[in-house]
Structure formats: structure tokens, C-alpha cells
């Protein structure tokens, strides 16, 4: 059964420090999400991509955190500084179709933690 | 106002009854709305998906949707421990912002 992979697991790093997390979509999912979602509240959407273009960045914090997703396919979030703040969970998703308007499929999250 | 709305509860039900689990959302453009379930330290699994007024049945779950009021609802039929989750709720594919949004998510608490 095809699966968002999402590397690493868990992830501890140290404020000021720079972390990056990678996603593989499900092969052929044209739309890629990342989440951050902190202990309690639901998901919130930091960056969403329509093949290689960003759709919306709107709640990114561009002053720290930078996504990319180069050939349309695998993304990586970066986060540079990392403030203690950032500690939560960081969510992959994707679906099929343009825009939100299918399924999204989640991987299995990074596990963040500043200390 | 959030743009999708959840009672983050704890709901609790005895199990076997029904839950029914609420959303609410602002932006009319949305057109396609998914329950998602959480287990605790997990990622979201998708359960329910509707686009279209009226219902929509997947074994034990019932999906609700009115868009003139702007309301989802999920129904779980003989609800069982194994339902204790948060359930998130998610409106997608705006014809105003094309963005996924998620509520806070509702506690499910069955009891046995």
C-alpha cells in the first residue's frame, strides 16, 4: 500500500540550531502539505504545494522556516534558527488532485523537541 | 473566527451508543470535507470523506453534510473503546483559497 514516508522520526535539537525534515509523497500526488500541530490543538498548515509551486505560505514563519519541493516530487522543511517554540509535530501529507479538493493522506509525522 | 470550528469536547459515550461528533466552517467556497481520526502521539488517519448534501454511510460511520448552514457532522454507530480518539475535521478544495484546513479536533471517549 503506498505511504507518505516521512524521515526522521523523532528529531532533538538544540535553539539555534538548524533542523530540516524530508517527505516522499505518494507516487503521483501532485499536492504536498506540511502541518505543524502542537500537543492538543489540531492541524495547522504551514505550506502547500501544487506540483513544484508554492500555493500558499501564508502561515509559514519565513523568517525561520523555508520549504522547497524542487522537481514536483520530495519536499524538505528547514527550520533555521530553532526556538523553543518550534517543539510540536510536523506533519506530511498529500493528495491526488489540485487544491485540497481530495484526500489527503498524512505520513507519520516528525517528532520535534528544542531544548 | 477559525475557519473550522470543533468542540474539543471530551465527549464521552458508553459503548455501543451513538457519537456524534460537530463542525462547523466559514468559508462558503469549500467543497470537500474529511473526518480524520487520531490516536494519541499518531498521525491523522482518514475515516469519512462527503462532498455532496445529505449523508453518506461507510459501515459504522455516517457522514453529514449541509452546506446552507455550513455544518459536518460524523455519526458513529455502536461506538467501541477501540473508537477513543480525537477526531479531526477538514474542509478543502476553496474555490476561494484551494488551502486544507483543519478544526482542533474533538476527544472521543468510549466507555465500556
Known amino acids: 500500500e503506498a505511504e507518505v514516508a516521512q524521515s526522521p522520526r523523532y528529531k532533538i535539537t538544540e535553539k539555534s540550531q538548524a533542523v530540516a525534515f524530508w517527505c516522499d509523497p505518494i507516487s503521483g500526488h501532485a499536492t504536498l502539505y506540511w502541518y505543524r500541530q502542537i500537543l492538543g490543538q489540531g492541524p495547522e498548515l504551514l505550506v502547500q504545494f501544487q506540483d513544484e509551486s508554492v500555493v500558499d505560505d501564508s502561515q509559514l514563519p519565513k523568517d525561520r522556516f523555508s520549504a522547497e519541493r524542487l522537481k514536483g516530487v520530495d519536499s524538505t522543511l528547514k527550520i533555521q534558527p530553532a526556538e523553543l517554540g518550534d517543539s510540536a509535530m510536523y506533519l506530511c501529507?498529500?493528495?491526488?488532485?489540485?487544491?485540497?479538493?481530495?484526500?489527503?493522506?498524512f505520513g507519520q509525522g516528525t517528532r520535534l523537541t528544542v531544548v | 473566527q477559525k475557519e473550522v470550528e470543533q468542540n474539543s469536547g471530551p465527549l464521552s459515550v458508553p459503548e455501543g451508543a451513538i457519537a456524534s461528533l460537530n463542525c462547523t466552517y466559514s468559508?462558503?467556497?469549500?467543497?470537500?470535507f474529511f473526518w480524520y481520526r487520531q490516536y494519541s502521539g499518531k498521525s491523522p488517519e482518514l475515516i469519512m470523506f462527503?462532498?455532496?448534501?445529505g449523508d453518506k454511510e461507510d459501515g459504522r460511520f455516517t457522514a453529514q453534510l449541509n452546506k446552507a448552514s455550513q455544518y459536518v457532522s460524523l455519526l458513529i454507530r455502536d461506538s467501541q473503546p477501540s473508537d477513543s480518539a480525537t477526531y479531526l475535521c477538514a474542509a478543502g478544495g476553496s474555490s476561494n483559497t484551494g488551502k486544507l484546513i483543519f478544526g482542533q479536533g474533538t476527544t472521543l471517549q468510549v466507555k465500556p
Open positions: 462527503i462532498y455532496s448534501n
Open positions: 468559508d462558503r467556497g469549500s467543497q470537500s
Open positions: 501529507a498529500s493528495s491526488h488532485r489540485a487544491l485540497g479538493g481530495t484526500e489527503a493522506f
